[in-house]
Protein backbone atom coordinates (compact mmCIF):
# COMPACT_ATOMS: atom_id res chain seq x y z
CA UNK A 1 0.00 0.00 0.00
CA UNK A 2 1.55 3.62 -0.85
CA UNK A 3 0.10 6.93 -0.27
CA UNK A 4 -2.38 6.86 -3.13
CA UNK A 5 -4.13 4.27 -1.56
CA UNK A 6 -3.82 6.09 1.84
CA UNK A 7 -5.91 8.63 -0.05
CA UNK A 8 -8.18 6.63 -1.49
CA UNK A 9 -8.87 5.57 2.12
CA UNK A 10 -9.30 9.22 3.12
CA UNK A 11 -12.15 9.46 0.60
CA UNK A 12 -13.76 5.93 0.66
CA UNK A 13 -14.00 6.07 5.07
CA UNK A 14 -12.73 9.72 6.14
CA UNK A 15 -16.92 10.70 6.80
CA UNK A 16 -17.54 7.65 8.29
CA UNK A 17 -14.01 8.05 10.31
CA UNK A 18 -14.43 11.95 11.12
CA UNK A 19 -18.15 10.98 12.55
CA UNK A 20 -16.43 8.06 14.82
CA UNK A 21 -13.88 10.54 16.07
CA UNK A 22 -16.60 13.32 16.98
CA UNK A 23 -18.68 10.61 18.49
CA UNK A 24 -16.22 9.02 20.71
CA UNK A 25 -14.26 12.70 21.68
CA UNK A 26 -17.85 14.41 21.85
CA UNK A 27 -15.53 17.66 21.16
CA UNK A 28 -14.59 18.77 18.04
CA UNK A 29 -11.26 20.11 18.55
CA UNK A 30 -10.14 16.62 20.35
CA UNK A 31 -12.15 14.59 17.32
CA UNK A 32 -9.87 16.91 14.01
CA UNK A 33 -6.67 16.00 16.59
CA UNK A 34 -8.05 12.03 16.72
CA UNK A 35 -8.95 11.65 12.52
CA UNK A 36 -5.63 13.52 12.08
CA UNK A 37 -3.68 10.86 13.90
CA UNK A 38 -5.28 8.19 12.92
CA UNK A 39 -4.13 8.86 8.75
CA UNK A 40 -1.00 9.82 9.98
CA UNK A 41 -0.45 6.33 12.22
CA UNK A 42 -1.96 4.75 8.60
CA UNK A 43 0.90 6.34 7.10
CA UNK A 44 3.26 4.74 8.69
CA UNK A 45 1.86 1.90 9.00
CA UNK A 46 0.41 1.25 5.72
CA UNK A 47 2.26 -2.10 4.45
CA UNK A 48 0.42 -3.91 7.21
CA UNK A 49 -3.01 -2.32 6.10
CA UNK A 50 -4.80 -4.86 3.85
CA UNK A 51 -7.22 -3.10 1.17
CA UNK A 52 -9.05 -6.36 0.51
CA UNK A 53 -9.52 -7.20 4.71
CA UNK A 54 -11.93 -4.56 6.19
CA UNK A 55 -9.71 -1.37 5.38
CA UNK A 56 -12.62 0.79 7.54
CA UNK A 57 -12.77 -1.48 10.53
CA UNK A 58 -8.91 -1.39 10.40
CA UNK A 59 -9.13 2.21 10.68
CA UNK A 60 -11.78 2.70 13.32
CA UNK A 61 -9.76 -0.01 15.19
CA UNK A 62 -6.23 2.59 15.10
CA UNK A 63 -8.76 5.68 16.05
CA UNK A 64 -9.79 4.03 19.01
CA UNK A 65 -6.19 2.20 19.82
CA UNK A 66 -5.02 6.47 19.76
CA UNK A 67 -7.94 7.42 21.38
CA UNK A 68 -7.76 5.38 24.44
CA UNK A 69 -3.87 6.10 24.59
CA UNK A 70 -4.80 9.45 24.52
CA UNK A 71 -6.67 8.99 27.34
CA UNK A 72 -4.80 7.63 29.56
CA UNK A 73 -2.10 9.72 29.57
CA UNK A 74 -4.69 12.41 29.86
CA UNK A 75 -5.78 10.71 33.00
CA UNK A 76 -2.23 10.09 34.06
CA UNK A 77 -1.39 14.10 33.53
CA UNK A 78 -4.81 14.83 35.70
CA UNK A 79 -3.79 12.55 38.58
CA UNK A 80 0.30 14.72 38.20
CA UNK A 81 -1.72 17.84 37.57
CA UNK A 82 -5.53 18.61 38.10
CA UNK A 83 -6.72 21.21 35.45
CA UNK A 84 -10.22 23.02 37.02
CA UNK A 85 -12.94 24.25 35.17
CA UNK A 86 -12.40 23.03 31.69
CA UNK A 87 -16.09 22.41 29.92
CA UNK A 88 -17.08 20.14 26.73
CA UNK A 89 -17.84 21.78 23.59
CA UNK A 90 -21.71 20.95 22.59
CA UNK A 91 -21.32 20.08 19.27
CA UNK A 92 -24.87 18.03 18.53
CA UNK A 93 -26.35 18.63 15.97
CA UNK A 94 -29.43 17.08 15.43
CA UNK A 95 -31.92 17.44 11.99
CA UNK A 96 -34.91 15.54 10.87
CA UNK A 97 -37.21 15.16 8.02
CA UNK A 98 -40.64 15.35 10.13
CA UNK A 99 -43.27 18.01 8.78
CA UNK A 100 -44.40 19.40 12.10
CA UNK A 101 -42.07 21.56 14.37
CA UNK A 102 -43.75 19.35 17.43
CA UNK A 103 -42.19 16.08 15.93
CA UNK A 104 -38.76 17.79 15.12
CA UNK A 105 -39.22 19.10 18.95
CA UNK A 106 -39.92 16.10 20.29
CA UNK A 107 -37.20 14.41 18.13
CA UNK A 108 -34.57 16.58 18.51
CA UNK A 109 -34.76 16.28 22.42
CA UNK A 110 -34.91 11.66 22.09
CA UNK A 111 -31.74 12.51 20.11
CA UNK A 112 -30.03 14.58 22.87
CA UNK A 113 -31.20 12.65 26.02
CA UNK A 114 -30.19 9.37 23.52
CA UNK A 115 -26.64 10.98 23.27
CA UNK A 116 -25.95 12.19 26.77
CA UNK A 117 -27.19 8.72 27.79
CA UNK A 118 -24.69 7.57 25.27
CA UNK A 119 -21.85 9.88 26.85
CA UNK A 120 -21.87 8.47 30.37
CA UNK A 121 -21.63 5.08 29.19
CA UNK A 122 -18.33 2.58 29.87
CA UNK A 123 -16.18 2.34 27.18
CA UNK A 124 -16.88 -1.06 27.05
CA UNK A 125 -20.20 -0.01 25.82
CA UNK A 126 -19.87 3.28 24.26
CA UNK A 127 -17.53 1.94 21.93
CA UNK A 128 -19.00 -0.98 20.58
CA UNK A 129 -22.36 1.44 20.39
CA UNK A 130 -20.57 4.12 18.41
CA UNK A 131 -18.96 1.54 16.01
CA UNK A 132 -22.29 -0.09 15.43
CA UNK A 133 -24.36 3.14 14.95
CA UNK A 134 -22.00 5.85 13.76
CA UNK A 135 -19.27 3.84 12.03
CA UNK A 136 -21.86 1.65 10.24
CA UNK A 137 -19.76 -1.20 11.58
CA UNK A 138 -21.02 -5.10 11.51
CA UNK A 139 -20.58 -6.92 15.29
CA UNK A 140 -17.53 -8.96 13.06
CA UNK A 141 -16.08 -5.75 11.57
CA UNK A 142 -16.36 -4.44 15.97
CA UNK A 143 -15.05 -7.72 17.18
CA UNK A 144 -12.12 -7.70 14.85
CA UNK A 145 -11.04 -4.19 15.38
CA UNK A 146 -11.32 -4.14 19.63
CA UNK A 147 -9.81 -7.97 19.32
CA UNK A 148 -12.74 -9.48 21.47
CA UNK A 149 -14.93 -12.58 20.36
CA UNK A 150 -18.31 -11.59 18.39
CA UNK A 151 -20.42 -12.85 21.16
CA UNK A 152 -19.09 -10.05 23.54
CA UNK A 153 -19.66 -7.52 21.09
CA UNK A 154 -23.57 -8.90 20.85
CA UNK A 155 -23.88 -9.03 24.79
CA UNK A 156 -22.04 -5.05 25.12
CA UNK A 157 -24.41 -3.29 22.27
CA UNK A 158 -27.52 -5.89 24.08
CA UNK A 159 -26.82 -4.38 27.42
CA UNK A 160 -25.71 -0.93 26.14
CA UNK A 161 -29.18 -0.55 24.63
CA UNK A 162 -31.09 -1.84 27.53
CA UNK A 163 -28.99 0.70 29.84
CA UNK A 164 -30.49 3.52 26.83
CA UNK A 165 -33.81 2.31 27.63
CA UNK A 166 -34.10 1.87 30.83
CA UNK A 167 -32.36 5.65 31.57
CA UNK A 168 -35.23 6.69 28.66
CA UNK A 169 -37.80 4.84 30.83
CA UNK A 170 -36.84 6.84 33.87
CA UNK A 171 -36.63 9.80 32.21
CA UNK A 172 -39.96 9.41 31.21
CA UNK A 173 -40.16 8.86 27.61
CA UNK A 174 -43.32 6.69 27.25
CA UNK A 175 -42.75 4.98 23.61
CA UNK A 176 -39.39 3.05 26.02
CA UNK A 177 -42.03 2.01 28.47
Not at 18 to 31: P, Q, V, W
Not at 48 to 74: C, E, H, Q
Request: glycine share 4%; with cysteine; charged share 30%.
Amino acid sequence: MDICDIEKLIDLYGNVIYGFCRRLTMNKSDADDLYQQTFLRALEIKEKIDINNNPKGFLISLAVSIWKNSTRKKARHYRIAPIAGVEEEDWLNTSTDSISIEDIVISNELTDEVNTIVSKLNDKFRIPIIMYYNGDMSIAEIATALKVPQGTIKSRLYKARLIIKNELEVKGYERYR
